[in-house]
């Protein structure tokens, strides 16, 4: 039986071009290819991949959602991104969500091909360019002092931080505290104002836990 992938990318001709490129590999079959999250969530549930490659940056709700929907609805299903970016924030972001690889769309054909038989049989393929992001991560040291800018936070700021650090998400967040979510975002941009920062990766390591 040929290794069943689904497309998720809102660009109509890389969405096409990934589709050949699977055809092709002879081993591998396309069952699906949505253009955003949600006709995503719609088909590929029935569609029943092994793997599904997944744009990050989505129109309406962005792929690394789109992630953590699947991985509910889906759990066996393996997800390798496939992002022009190598953002570190968005990297981790992506692999709390569920996925198990990472790849630039810029790699090789080759390289996204072996990337979906590599995640398939148990491991996790990453971009060398991610890779090294990922070693630089966990090189830098445990822990740091917290910053002295943390004194600007209000307390329900801090509490907001602190269930970043945490690794929950905006939903996770406004259920603890009894907030709606628009209230979380509002406190995360605070949060990143008197921070002076603009990942969550950068606050969390103000804090000392990154």
């Known amino acids: 039986m040929p290794l069943r992938v689904s497309i998720v990318e809102d660009d109509d001709r890389l969405r096409e ?8 590999a002879g081993d591998i079959t396309c069952v699906s290819a949505s253009r955003d999250a949600e006709s995503a969530l719609a088909a590929i549930p029935p569609a029943a991949p092994d793997v599904v490659l997944m744009d990050l940056n989505l129109p309406g709700m962005n792929g690394i959602e ?12 393996q997800i390798v ?7 570190t924030d968005a990297i981790f972001q992506s692999l709390a969500a569920g996925a198990t690889g990472y790849v630039l769309k810029r790699a090789p054909g080759s390289q996204i091909i072996d990337a979906v038989r590599d995640v398939y049989n148990g491991g996790s393929p990453m971009s060398s360019a991610i890779a090294r992001k990922v070693v630089a991560f966990f ?3 445990v822990a740091s002092a917290p910053s002295p800018e943390l004194d600007r936070l209000t307390d329900r ?3 907001v931080l602190v269930a970043l650090a945490e690794g929950q998400q905006y939903k ?4 603890t505290l009894g907030i709606s979510i628009n209230t979380v975002r509002n406190h995360v941009k605070h949060t990143y ?6 990942t969550r990766l950068d606050a ?3 804090l000392g836990r990154a």
């Not at 071009?17 to 092709?24: H, K, N, V, Y």
């Not at 996770?172 to 259920?175: M, S």
């Open 172 to 175: 996770e967040i406004a259920d």
């Open 66 to 77: 789109c992630t953590r929907k699947l991985k509910d609805l889906r759990p066996e299903t």
């Open 193 to 198: 104002e008197k921070l002076q920062v603009n």
């Open 157 to 159: 700021e801090r509490a």
């Open 204 to 206: 969390v390591r103000k």
């Open 139 to 141: 090189s830098r040291p």
């Open 17 to 24: 071009e990934f589709a050949r490129l699977i055809e092709g």
């Open 81 to 87: 991104m496939l992002t022009s970016f190598e953002s």
